[in-house]
């Protein structure tokens, strides 16, 4: 089992920023991937960032140039840094990651961290 601890949601105006963050711990073997994804209210969960163990970056087309994804591999951590934030950019974000234990490969998800940007 993997355990996801997400931090750094909450209530922001629009233009603001946020900064969040997500530690990995457990039976965590090679981790392959790191990243974020959101879900609106009525809406399907849809990427944000992800990154990989060699550090290659990936980012919704709705959100690039407002996002920076970063990762201490040591520490097993990503940190996400949102700005310009929107008010459709509310949405619960759920923090993830893909790897191996072992042979046997894994994906989890965090509980998720509510982000609110007020208009």
């Known amino acids: 089992q993997v355990q996801l601890d997400e931090s750094g949601g909450g209530l922001v105006q629009a233009g603001g920023s946020l900064y969040l963050s997500c530690t990995a711990s457990g039976s965590i073997g090679s981790i392959i991937a790191m990243g974020w994804h959101r879900q609106a209210p009525g809406k399907e969960r849809e990427l944000v960032a992800t990154?990989?163990?060699?550090?290659?970056?990936n980012y919704a087309d709705s959100m690039k140039g407002r996002l920076t994804i970063s990762r201490d591999s040591a520490l097993n951590t990503v940190y996400l840094r949102m700005d310009s934030l929107k008010p459709e950019d509310t949405a619960v974000y759920y923090c993830?990651?893909?790897?191996?234990?072992?042979?046997?490969?894994?994906?989890?998800w965090g509980q998720g961290t509510q982000v609110t940007v007020s208009s």
């Open positions: 993830n990651v893909l790897g191996y234990s072992g042979t046997v490969p894994y994906v989890y």
């Open positions: 990154v990989t163990r060699g550090g290659n970056r």
